[in-house]
């Protein structure tokens, strides 16, 4: 044989492979991907002739639910409209999916009914997708959006004992029900305030003095620290070599941790963040879950991860807190370059409230064949171990302080100990804009409920008057 022929040859070989490889690649390999890419219309079109599943609230409520059309296929109806947009999600033609419509989307439409789902294509009957359970409140949700009022924001709150999520409220939001086509996708994409976007668990904020409790929970496990050790709170203590100030000016002199905590002062924290050191801050900060994207049942893209966040390139990048742009100081008292998701600070927040066992959080809890039997049981799992029950009853007696007689007063609730922390973070000092925020839990003896609630850009506004009344009226609901 020729050489010219076996090069031929050769080439049609790789030619032939290489289109086993990617006919393999997509058909096999890659199948459960393209299929339920939120872009791939030839999918949503045959997922107009399924009976997706409902989805509905831990009290029964109907969040989601199918229509049949004359033609046989099936639109999607959202009853409760902007409750829960953002968390639920939405599911049609064009713009895709979303939330928990595109999380669960195998489930919502039976794909993953397995032997049963092909005995009913066997027996001729039209797929039906399995209903998904969540853990949502719809009255403490709408408490949280009145609360809110307008105001761009968010509010969770969570079961610290099983990670199940109550509350997701995140403002502005929109009405899915409108989402049909791509000319209304396009006017809510462009509409002020970003309401597609989910900012519980994408709006990344400087979480201000709520990270004190992260600080605190690093110094007093370390061992370094107890709640009565004495620190100068004195103004303007230099910190990596620039003077730094507390709220007011106000110089406090030696102070116990408890105090640092209850006042809320910037020097001594930032004097205990140095002392703890980057490395040992990074590893608690890590088993509180930052660094990493937030561990909730939502589409990846939907979740972003929190922690220091440093620009060498003029493009905002996530560091590790041991880089030599982080100011561990300013960071330990939630400034420099922080960010942080309201879902995640509310984990920091049930972390303490459960013993210093942080549960991974979670919105679905279980999912209903069309025969009534739970397809699909989503299990409570920690996520870390944190600190030692130990070092988290000491800072609980901490928290608690706060709210009986430091800043965080305005969240006291009537017979029942909250314990808690304000955060007032600096957004633009010249203008006096503000990050107000609130983290707590309740009851601080035997706790329930563990939120965060934050609200975008205040002129003036300060976590214990803005923030904490929100996390007050909401933790009142949830615990009637």
Aim: one cysteine or more; aromatic letters at 6%.
């Amino acid at each position: 044989m020729n050489k010219p022929i076996i090069r031929v040859f050769a080439v049609l070989l790789v030619l032939f492979g290489l289109l086993g490889y990617f006919t393999t690649r997509w058909t096999v390999i890659d199948r459960a991907a393209l299929r339920d890419n939120p872009q791939n219309k030839r999918e949503l079109l045959a997922q107009q002739r399924i009976a997706r599943g409902l989805i509905e609230a831990g009290t029964g409520t109907v969040l989601a639910r199918s229509i049949r059309r004359a033609d046989g296929t099936y639109a999607r109806r959202y009853p409760e409209n902007g409750l829960f947009a953002q968390t639920v999600g939405y599911s049609f033609l064009n713009p895709g999916t979303a939330g928990l419509e595109r999380f669960y989307n195998g489930q919502l439409t039976g794909r993953t009914a397995g032997f049963e789902g092909t005995l009913r294509k066997l027996q001729g009957k039209r797929q039906q997708g399995n209903d998904l359970q969540t853990s949502l409140d719809p009255p403490s949700q709408q408490i949280a959006l009145d609360q809110l009022a307008g105001r761009p924001g968010a509010v969770v709150a969570l079961d610290p004992r099983n990670g199940r999520v109550k509350v997701m409220a995140s403002v502005p939001s929109y009405d899915p029900n409108v989402l049909r086509g791509a000319k209304q996708t396009a006017v809510l994409n462009s509409a002020p305030g970003a309401p597609l976007l989910n900012r519980t668990t994408a709006g990344l904020y400087p979480p201000g003095s709520t990270f004190k409790v992260v600080t605190a929970a690093a110094a007093l496990d370390s061992g370094l620290y107890e709640p009565t050790s004495t620190v100068n709170g004195a103004n303007g203590i230099e910190i990596s070599g620039v003077p730094l100030n507390n709220d007011g000016q106000q110089d406090f002199g030696e102070i116990d941790l408890t105090t640092a905590l209850t006042q809320s002062v910037n020097t001594v924290w930032a004097q205990v963040g140095e002392r703890v050191g980057k490395r040992r801050m990074g590893r608690y900060m890590e088993r509180f879950g930052f660094g990493s994207p937030v561990p909730v049942d939502l589409p990846a893209d939907e979740r972003l991860a929190s922690g220091a966040f440093c620009s060498p390139d003029g493009k905002r990048e996530l560091v590790d807190p041991t880089d030599s742009c982080v100011d561990i100081g300013r960071t330990a008292m939630g400034q420099d370059k922080l960010l942080a998701t309201p879902l995640q600070m509310a984990m920091v927040a049930s972390a303490v409230a459960n013993r210093g066992v942080l549960m991974r959080p979670q919105i679905g809890t279980r999912t209903i064949d069309p025969e009534g039997r739970t397809a699909y049981e989503n299990t409570p799992q920690q996520f870390s171990r944190v600190m030692s029950a130990s070092s988290a009853e000491k800072l609980t007696a901490m928290m608690t302080k706060v709210v009986q007689e430091g800043t965080g007063t305005a969240a006291a609730l009537t017979g029942i100990d909250v314990a808690g922390k304000t955060g007032t973070a600096e957004r633009d000092v010249i203008n006096n804009i503000t990050q107000p925020w609130f983290i707590a839990f309740a009851p601080a003896s035997n706790p329930q409920i563990a939120i965060a609630v934050t609200i975008e850009e205040t002129v003036g506004g300060f976590g214990g008057t803005d923030a904490a009344p929100i996390a007050k009226a909401v933790m009142e609901s949830l615990l009637r």
